[in-house]
Every structure is written in structure tokens, then in C-alpha cells.
């Protein structure tokens, strides 16, 4: 079955870095595009990057542009997350979710991460 | 950006009864709209994508009708189960994908 699952958050002073990872497997990951998605505290739910199944087409929210990376390693199966310059807006549980079509992104997520917490904080 | 906007904020209803939730976009999404189940502590569950098409395993129960600007989530007969929050999304104009703020759905 399909297993993802997020690690790497955690407490971080504003203007320092963080990276997540997701490990994947039950699935064939190389074939998928994957995205991060967060929500903070008690709020909605807010898309925030995509990358391609071949790791060469990323697309960001407005929020994290130039800020956050998203990159894959599809010999380990594993999504990372580097956030720079956080804020403590950043604050929110990070999940991965997996895109529902093989190949292109279809921007529907079918499979999620239990997620993981970043709290921004002095 | 496209905004939804879900109705109404808080749903009371009762196990067995009909559940109908709206989203509405600020402007047309054509019928690229999904549906999320999320339950406390859990991440979110795909319920339905393409307007109308139900994700895998879910339940009969659950169907989903609109397009344009109007979409509707239907539960046909509550489960205890089914009591949750509920998100519309969309992604008519990807990457700029967007969400709604949600629909609780609560026991009466």
C-alpha cells in the first residue's frame, strides 16, 4: 500500500533553514510528480510546490517563491522541502501528497502524509 | 487567484440524514474541482476530483455535481464516520492551486 512519510520538522528561529523529507514507497515514485502541502495551526489547508516525476519542472506558491526548494531523489524515493529565510507564517504541519496521475501533474492529491510540524519561533 | 468559498461554515446534522455542502469559485473552474474528507490529527483523504468522479475506495455514499462557478458535495445517508471538515479545491489555473476554508460537519 501506499506509505508516505514526512520528517525533518521541528522548532526553528526565524530567518533559519529546514529541511523535510518524505519517503515513499507502495508505488512506482519515479513515475509520479509529488507536491508539498501545509496548514497551519487550526487553519486551512495551502498548496505550496510540485515537482516532476523526473525532477526537472518545479512550480511554487507565491508565498514560499524564492524562498523554498523542492527537490526528489527517485534512487531513494524520497521528497525534500528546503525552506530558507522562514517566517513565522511558515508555521504549519507540512505534508507530501502524491499526485493521482502517472507522468503529468493533475493537481489532485490522492495519497498524504501524516505530515509533519515546523513551528517559526524566537 | 481564484478564491472558494464553502457553505455553510458549520453543518449540524444527524447519522442518516443528507448532507449537502457548496463551494463556489470566484470565477469559473470549468470541472476541475476535488473534494477532501480531513478528520482531527488526520491528514486529508481525496474524495472526489474532476467535479464528480469518485477517488478509489470510496464510498457510494459520497458524490459530487457542478461545474463553472457552483459545486456541490452530497452525502446520501450519514455514517457516524462521515462526520469531519470537508475542502474544496482547484486546480483549474495550476500551479496557482487554491483551496477552500472548509465545511464542519458536525453531529446534532
Known amino acids: 500500500q501506499v506509505q508516505l512519510v514526512e520528517s525533518g520538522g521541528g522548532v526553528v528561529q526565524p530567518g533559519r533553514s529546514l529541511r523535510l523529507s518524505c519517503a515513499a514507497s507502495?508505488?512506482?515514485?519515479?513515475?509520479?510528480?509529488m507536491h508539498w502541502a501545509r496548514q497551519a495551526p487550526g487553519k486551512g489547508l495551502e498548496w505550496v510546490a510540485v515537482?516532476?516525476?523526473?525532477?526537472?519542472?518545479?512550480h511554487y506558491a507565491d508565498s514560499v517563491k524564492g524562498r523554498f526548494s523542492i527537490s526528489r531523489d527517485n534512487s531513494k524515493n524520497t521528497l525534500y522541502l528546503q525552506m530558507n529565510s522562514l517566517r513565522p507564517e511558515d508555521t504549519a504541519v507540512y505534508y507530501c501528497?502524491?499526485?493521482?496521475?502517472?507522468?503529468?501533474?493533475?493537481?489532485?492529491?490522492?495519497?498524504w502524509g501524516q505530515g509533519t510540524l515546523v513551528t517559526v519561533s524566537s | 487567484e481564484i478564491v472558494l468559498t464553502q457553505s455553510p461554515a458549520t453543518l449540524s446534522l444527524s447519522p442518516g440524514e443528507r448532507a449537502t455542502l457548496s463551494c463556489r469559485a470566484s470565477?469559473?473552474?470549468?470541472?476541475?474541482l476535488a473534494w477532501y474528507q480531513q478528520k482531527p490529527g488526520q491528514a486529508p483523504r481525496l474524495l472526489i476530483y474532476?467535479?464528480?468522479n469518485r477517488a478509489t475506495g470510496i464510498p457510494a455514499r459520497f458524490s459530487g455535481s457542478g461545474s463553472g462557478t457552483d459545486f456541490t458535495l452530497t452525502i446520501s445517508s450519514l455514517e457516524p464516520e462521515d462526520f469531519a471538515v470537508y475542502y474544496c479545491?482547484?486546480?483549474?489555473?495550476?500551479?496557482?492551486?487554491?483551496f477552500g476554508q472548509g465545511t464542519r460537519l458536525e453531529i446534532k
Open positions: 501528497a502524491k499526485d493521482i496521475k502517472v507522468a503529468a501533474a493533475d493537481y489532485y492529491f490522492d495519497y
Open positions: 507502495g508505488f512506482t515514485f519515479s513515475t509520479y510528480p
Open positions: 515537482i516532476s516525476k523526473d525532477g526537472r519542472d518545479k
Open positions: 470565477q469559473s473552474v470549468s470541472i476541475y
Open positions: 474532476g467535479a464528480s
Open positions: 479545491q482547484q486546480r483549474s489555473n495550476w500551479p496557482l492551486i487554491t
